[in-house]
């Protein structure tokens, strides 16, 4: 549970920021996403590995 504790006096929308940002931090929305459908262990850790070659593959270009 999310608790933003707000000073008196202190503009709500700007307190409505803080707890989007505080929100967004938390990764609810993103774990929520994820667990929408069912991704098999083997395609997981297929696209796992697709990702880890492209990223080494852009830090090699990067250093030439």
């Not at 549970?1 to 000073?7: E, G, L, N, R, S």
């Not at 938390?26 to 929520?32: A, H, I, Q, S, Y």
């Not at 880890?52 to 593959?57: D, G, H, I, S």
Request: hydrophobic fraction near 30%; charge should be positive.
């Amino acid at each position: 549970m999310i608790i933003m504790p707000v000073k008196e006096g202190e503009n709500i929308e700007r307190a409505l920021k803080k707890f989007k940002r505080k929100y967004e931090r938390t990764g609810v929305l993103k774990e929520l996403r994820r667990r929408q459908y069912f991704t098999k262990p083997s395609i997981e850790k297929r696209d796992n590995m697709m990702h880890a070659v492209y990223v080494e593959k852009l830090r090699r270009e990067e250093d030439e």
